[in-house]
């Protein structure tokens, strides 16, 4: 339950933050938006411990601030060098896992963690990038919309009625997944009927997006959680285990927002 207010709270931020924005103020929604990569690095460095793990999250904000400033200052907007920053930085935080020998013999089985953490700076920076495109910001409302209610769904149903359960390791339920997708699909379509732009139908295929792919996130998040525990692995301080799930649901809806926008929207 405080997980699902947890992803409530991160919804309303993104939202305001998106509002805040316009064509000569996008600072105030890239500062916004560094405080909640900030979190995802926490969150995520603290779950996955992957090998050198002060270098990659130095590597990761860093990342963060270029990616940002990137996305306000660019001349047009587009994921293109976004996407070459994401792979920079991916590949210094593998070089400096691989100074060590410790580190080095770790390098195969992280390399998922890492691409989550470099790439998920580079999936947020992508809002700022979607606000400067005419139906951004209106695209953010819908989609971070769907992915909050759809993530805090979920998490009050597994709360209340985690079944049919997906994995007996995982304590999570089908149930959830399915009535958090589908909630926020439903409240996308309500919003886009009372916006100009967008109709019912159209507001809701973009919702179905974003929220789908924010629940799915969480859960994989879950699932990996569960693997690791399963390895042997300590478990993770409860603060940073709940919280990297909904945080890399955002993560993902973040690009799967944009693309809809370029490739459904205009």
Same mark, same amino acid.
């Not at 405080?2 to 805040?20: D, E, P």
């Not at 606000?131 to 769907?146: D, E, H, K, N, Y």
């Given at each position: 339950?405080?997980?699902? @207010? =947890?992803?409530?709270? /991160?919804?309303?931020?993104?939202?305001?933050?998106?509002?805040?924005?316009?064509?000569?103020?996008?600072?105030?929604?890239?500062?916004?938006?560094?405080?909640?990569?900030?979190? =995802?690095?926490?969150? $995520? +460095?603290? &779950?996955? !411990?992957?090998?050198?793990?002060?270098? @990659?999250?130095? @590597?990761?904000?860093? @990342?963060?601030? $270029?990616?940002?400033?990137?996305?306000? #200052?660019?001349?047009?907007?587009?994921?293109?060098?976004?996407?070459?920053?994401?792979?920079?930085?991916?590949?210094?935080?593998?070089?400096?896992?691989?100074? !060590?020998?410790?580190? #080095? !013999? #770790?390098?195969?089985?992280?390399?998922?963690?890492?691409?989550?953490? *470099?790439?998920?700076?580079?999936?947020?920076?992508?809002?700022?990038?979607?606000? #400067?495109?005419?139906?951004?910001?209106?695209?953010?409302?819908?989609?971070?919309?769907?992915?909050?209610?759809?993530?805090?769904?979920?998490?009050? &149903?597994?709360? /209340?009625?985690?079944?049919? !359960?997906?994995?007996?390791? *995982?304590?999570?339920?089908?149930?959830? /997944?399915?009535?958090?997708?589908?909630?926020?699909?439903?409240?996308? %379509?309500?919003?886009?009927?009372?916006?100009?732009?967008?109709?019912?139908?159209?507001? %809701?295929?973009?919702?179905?997006?974003?929220?789908?792919?924010? *629940?799915?996130?969480? +859960?994989?998040?879950?699932?990996?959680? %569960?693997?690791?525990?399963?390895?042997?692995?300590?478990?993770?301080? $409860?603060?940073?285990?709940?919280?990297?799930?909904?945080?890399?649901?955002?993560?993902?809806?973040?690009? &799967?927002?944009? %693309?809809?926008?370029?490739?459904?929207?205009?």
């Amino acid at each position: 339950m405080a997980i699902a @207010v =947890f992803s409530g709270l /991160v919804g309303i931020g993104l939202i305001f933050g998106a509002q805040s924005s316009s064509p000569g103020a996008r600072v105030p929604f890239a500062l916004m938006l560094a405080g909640v990569q900030v979190l =995802f690095v926490l969150a $995520w +460095l603290m &779950a996955t !411990r992957p090998p050198a793990l002060l270098a @990659v999250g130095g @590597v990761c904000l860093v @990342v963060a601030g $270029w990616s940002d400033l990137h996305a306000v #200052r660019a001349a047009e907007p587009g994921l293109g060098t976004l996407g070459l920053i994401g792979l920079a930085g991916v590949a210094v935080a593998v070089v400096s896992q691989a100074i !060590r020998s410790d580190d #080095r !013999r #770790r390098i195969s089985e992280s390399l998922r963690s890492t691409l989550v953490l *470099v790439l998920g700076m580079v999936a947020f920076a992508s809002l700022v990038m979607l606000s #400067r495109i005419p139906l951004g910001t209106q695209v953010i409302l819908l989609c971070v919309t769907a992915s909050a209610v759809a993530l805090m769904v979920a998490r009050i &149903a597994d709360a /209340v009625y985690p079944n049919p !359960r997906l994995a007996p390791q *995982v304590p999570r339920g089908a149930s959830g /997944v399915i009535f958090g997708a589908m909630a926020g699909t439903l409240l996308s %379509a309500v919003i886009g009927s009372y916006l100009f732009t967008f109709s019912p139908s159209s507001a %809701a295929v973009v919702g179905l997006v974003a929220a789908v792919f924010a *629940v799915l996130a969480d +859960l994989a998040a879950d699932y990996s959680e %569960a693997g690791r525990q399963m390895a042997g692995d300590r478990p993770t301080l $409860w603060v940073a285990r709940h919280m990297q799930g909904p945080l890399g649901g955002f993560a993902l809806a973040a690009p &799967a927002a944009y %693309a809809m926008t370029v490739l459904f929207l205009t």
